[in-house]
């Protein structure tokens, strides 16, 4: 019901589960017309949900669909991995939903669909494990797929990995508990079930924290002492194959990711010590419980501290009536005084980094979590907050409530932090708040903003009272009335419903991807790459199914990235796009981006004479001076290593044309070469081209050279070489061949394998669960 009141418009199809009106910010995607009022869109952070996330999502479905494994993609960064990007989330248990319902009314219905799959997760740990009555289970359980991780990250694959976190613990508890049991294989499918959801890095995270809980459960189940038994011995070994099976049956996945990320530009600056989003320290601890406290990046606000909210400690945030009134209580639990010792330990750890905590930030430098986006391991401390709040639930259902002196604490904490909104309320910090002008041309509003921030002051210090009549109500007996717990509930699910409320946008269904006569002309014309000018971000590309040479798949094959370095209009500015180097990417006339068939430059304005076509605010301007996609250069050059190559490439006199750089030793001779090549077919993970050489040479590819790209010429496999740093080429013999590129990733197969073997082990373990069972 909370997800009907969140996203009915999308639920029944009258809306779309996304916020389209980015593609007018900038403008992105759908120019102004003369005259047209620009408005601020709903929230740019979400950017990526309209010009990657789905975009890729219909390309996935589109090549499933087709019958093909969507293993490449052609149209970014002169081609790429697909699957390996790990962000489409092909295998996904809920991407089936989309192979079978491709249209964007199934985006709000696969929400739903994860929202109740998270839910009933949590509400079975908390019968299960906690082992609290049916009320208690249920309200927290509700309230879980509305925290601020999963309303911030709706629609991302972040949300659809986190959702696994309590079955991960509740078969964890399991297996430890019950070696020989269901739970261990069962664990196998959840792991691998989180590791293809689209978000490697925090599927890592939240194994972490399965690690954690994974030693206290076999410190809690066999003592300290007992850790070298032979039944601890039997726990570790089920629960270790069970991770085993889990890492082996998402290895069709997470193999060719790991391949992709070794050339990774993100990667290798992480391994440097860069860090995308530093912490914020100890300003960001009211965000744990009031979201909105520095405002948003939404329309008709401003957020006031660093970064952006969406990465700060709100992602905490499980509802402020929760946090500080019914956990603290479920602290009285002294048959659950372990396992609540367990969440505050691992709620101080989650938080630490983000609150910039000394020592707890040095071990999150360490390697492989330095790999990591650590900010957002935050989530762990919602969970925590959560399962402290269903033991003070059951606290109250029990009768069991009694106030003690300790409680001043939270009951102060509300109080002053209630004074806090009110005096801010009246007292707005100016200094802080945006000033007349405009933010992406679009006209700032102070006096909205003002009433904006005076409004969530007054909201928050409304439920800070309502916290504290919690407290009040405990301390005069009236928690112990029969139906309390139904108050509290009602109180705790409003609350975490009006803050989420309004949150992610539901947007026009007339803004969903209309074709643009400018990009529909560029889909027929002549063949080859573009690149938008300040506009059409890259991803965008795939809506029209126009080849880009730019991309933004989270990883940046970083030899790619250097040869597009060469031909910068200028250096990339620090902390400008660090994480996505190629978004405002600016063409120049440069040879690289000729050999590279950059043909077509797209530019927003008025119709120019040097436009080969021009529709609805879009220029198309043809670069003539592009090479086709396969060319064969007159003189083949060998390197001796990349610093060499690079300068060499950089030369101002550098002419693809005349001379080719390959990395080994080739031998074609001092002649000049001479021949043609054209592509004949293609699908994506295919290329067929037809050449016709007049002496040996060298046919070059202007596609991304990556391992599992195989060459057959006239059916015989011969080697594919490295050519000019970053594309494919082949030695082809005089006369007419055909030659045939074909993408056969081993990495893939390898993993197809392991899968099959992984998925067999789990079905001989799950039957002899059973059978152990029954007997």
């Known amino acids: 019901m909370p997800q009907f009141v969140l996203y009915g418009a999308s639920l029944v199809g009258d809306k779309v589960l996304l916020p389209l009106d980015i593609l007018r910010m900038g403008p992105t995607y759908l ?58 989330a092909v295998f996904s248990p809920f991407r089936v939903v989309d192979y079978i319902f491709p249209g964007p009314r199934t985006i709000a219905w696969v929400q739903l669909l994860k929202s109740v799959v998270a839910g009933l997760g949590a509400y079975l740990y908390f019968r299960r494990v906690l082992a609290i009555g049916y009320w208690p289970a249920a309200i927290t359980a509700w309230c879980y797929p509305l925290g601020s991780v999963f309303i911030f990250w709706a629609v991302y694959p972040l949300s659809f990995v986190l959702l696994w976190l309590p079955w991960l613990l509740l078969f964890v508890d399991g297996a430890v508990r019950q070696p020989g049991g269901a739970s261990a294989p069962l664990l196998g499918l959840v792991t691998a079930a989180l590791l293809v959801c689209g978000h490697l890095a925090t599927a890592a995270q939240v194994l972490l924290a399965g690690g954690m809980y994974f030693l206290w459960c076999l410190v809690d189940q066999h003592s300290w002492r007992g850790l070298w038994s032979a039944a601890a011995a039997k726990s570790i070994a089920a629960v270790t194959l069970a991770w085993m099976l889990g890492f082996l049956l998402s290895a069709p996945q997470n193999l060719p990711t790991a391949e992709y990320l070794r050339i990774s530009r993100r990667v290798a600056s992480r391994q440097v010590g860069k860090v995308e ?29 660093p970064r952006n909210l969406i990465e700060s400690p709100a992602q905490a945030y499980a509802g402020l009536v929760l946090t500080l009134s019914v956990a603290p209580l479920g602290l009285s639990s002294r048959r659950h005084r372990s396992i609540n010792l367990f969440w505050l330990v691992a709620a101080i750890v989650s938080a630490g980094y983000i609150l910039d905590v000394p020592g707890i930030v040095h071990f999150y430098q360490l390697f492989p979590l330095n790999l990591l986006r650590n900010n957002r391991f935050v989530f762990l401390a919602a969970w925590c907050v959560l399962s402290l709040a269903a033991v003070g639930l059951e606290q109250i259902a029990r009768g069991e409530a009694r106030w003690r002196d300790v409680y001043f604490v939270p009951l102060v904490l509300l109080v002053a932090l209630g004074g806090w909104c009110i005096l801010r309320s009246v007292y707005l910090p100016l200094a802080d708040l945006p000033k007349p002008g405009a933010v992406y041309n679009v006209p700032v509003d102070p006096v909205a903003i ?97 080849a880009d040479i730019r991309g ?5 094959p970083n030899y790619y990235i250097e040869l597009l370095d060469l031909c910068r209009s200028e250096p990339l500015k620090p902390g400008r796009f660090q994480y996505a180097v190629t978004h405002w990417y600016y063409p120049v006339n440069s040879p690289i981006l000729d050999m590279l068939n950059l043909r077509y430059r797209i530019i927003l304005g008025a119709p120019t004479a040097q436009a080969r076509f021009a529709a609805e605010g879009y220029n198309v ?13 007159s003189r083949v050059r060998t390197v001796e290593s990349k610093e060499t190559l690079l300068r060499e490439l950089a030369r101002k006199d550098f002419d693809p044309r005349e001379v080719a750089y390959v990395e080994g030793r080739v031998s074609l001779g001092e002649s000049p070469c001479r021949g043609t090549a054209r592509i004949v077919r293609e699908i994506p993970c295919q290329v067929d081209i037809a050449t016709e050489m007049d002496t040996d040479g060298l046919v070059v590819l202007a596609d991304l050279w990556y391992p599992g790209w195989k060459a057959y010429l006239d059916g015989s496999a011969v080697p594919v070489h490295r050519v000019n740093h970053a594309l494919r080429g082949v030695i082809v013999p005089q006369g007419k061949r055909q030659l045939v590129f074909r993408y056969e990733p081993a990495s893939f197969t390898w993993g197809v394998r392991g899968a099959l073997v992984a998925l067999a082990l789990l079905s001989v373990w799950t039957s002899l669960a059973w059978w152990n069972r029954q007997s």
């Open 621 to 633: 301007v043809e670069n003539t001076r592009a090479l086709p996609r396969p060319f064969v250069p």
């Open 31 to 88: 120019p102004y017309a003369p005259g047209e009022k620009v408005i601020m869109p709903h929230d740019r952070v979400l950017a990526d949900l309209v010009q990657t996330g789905e975009p890729m999502r219909l390309f996935a479905v589109a090549e499933v669909r087709a019958g093909r494994m969507p293993l490449w993609n052609p149209y970014n960064y002169c081609g790429s991995p697909f699957l390996a990007s790990n962000y489409p």
């Open 552 to 556: 933004y798949d989270g990883v940046d």
């Open 450 to 546: 003002y009433g904006w921030f005076r409004r969530m002051y007054v909201s928050a210090a409304v439920i800070c009272a309502a916290g504290a009549l919690f407290w009040v109500a405990l301390w005069t007996g009236q928690m112990a009335r029969r139906g309390a717990i139904f108050a509290v509930g009602l109180l705790a699910l409003v609350e975490i419903v009006f803050t989420a409320y309004g949150f992610n946008a539901q947007s026009e269904r007339a803004l969903y991807y209309p074709r643009l006569p400018a990009l529909v002309a560029l889909s027929t014309a002549e063949r080859g790459r573009v690149c938008g000018v300040y506009c059409l971000p890259p991803m965008l590309n795939l809506s029209h199914r126009l």
């Open 277 to 305: 989003d530093p912490p914020v320290g100890l300003s960001g601890l009211p965000q744990l419980v009031l979201p909105y406290f520095y405002g948003t990046s939404q329309q008709g606000s401003a957020y006031i501290a």
